[in-house]
T-cell receptor, first 115, second 114 residues
């Protein structure tokens, strides 16, 4: 069974540009999460989808970040316009959900560098 | 509010030594879940273990063991007879019962030298 995949693995952009990150969850997982780790800080929650619906977006830093999960399959996270402080590693995770299915499985991350 | 503290930012041991990674958590919930993840140099977060708050049994998996103590709000991770391949950053995380977000500690970088 394929794990969580993320694309691209690395992205280098200039301040003010737009970047779109993609996450494909494990097949059959209704829950999809985005996290990020900026330099020197902890891994922080951004938002949580249940199928195509945003369940919790309390961690989204500002309105420059837009996440979508059309059709309840893969998800995209767009940063527009990117700022220097957006640099970091963006992780996606998925889980089946439900009692006993709380484990979140993570992808390899996308390393974003904003210059 | 939830919080996870991994006081050890970096540990260095020589191969075959035992090493314990500390994790202390704070939560007001009575039902919660604790996790350990490993991040090898390749960068992905690899799930190691999940423990429910109502199950305080310690767990052993090969060279890995976990000691969960609710009385001290700790969920420590011990690697016995460490190997070079154990070199990685290890993260402890907490999830309460109501929400789904994970709260991570700052991570402990473990370096195992040959």
């Amino acid at each position: 069974e394929a794990g969580v995949t993320q694309f691209p693995s690395h992205s280098v952009i200039e301040k003010g540009q737009t970047v779109t990150l993609r996450c494909d969850p494990i097949s059959g997982h209704d829950n999809l999460y985005w996290y990020r780790r900026v330099m020197g800080k902890e891994i922080k929650f951004l938002l949580h989808f249940v199928k195509e619906s945003k369940q919790d977006e309390s961690g989204m830093p500002n309105n420059r970040f837009l996440a979508e999960r059309t059709g309840g399959t893969y998800s995209t996270l767009k940063v527009q316009p990117a700022e220097l402080e957006d640099s970091g590693v963006y992780f996606c995770a998925s889980s089946q959900g439900g009692v006993g299915q709380e484990t979140q499985y993570f992808g390899p991350g996308t390393r974003l560098l904003v210059l | 509010a939830q919080k996870v503290t991994q006081a050890q930012t970096e540990i260095s041991v020589v191969e075959k030594e035992d090493v314990t990674l500390d994790c202390v958590y704070e939560t007001r919930d009575t039902t919660y879940y604790l996790f350990w993840y490993k991040q090898p140099p390749s960068g992905e977060l690899v799930f190691l273990i999940r423990r429910n708050s109502f199950d305080e049994q310690n767990e052993i998996s090969g060279r890995y063991s976990w000691n969960f103590q609710k009385s001290t709000s700790s969920f420590n991770f011990t690697i016995t007879a460490s190997q070079v391949v154990d070199s990685a950053v290890y993260f402890c995380a907490l999830r309460n019962n109501a929400g789904n977000m994970l709260t991570f500690g700052g991570g402990t970088r473990l370096m195992v030298k040959p």
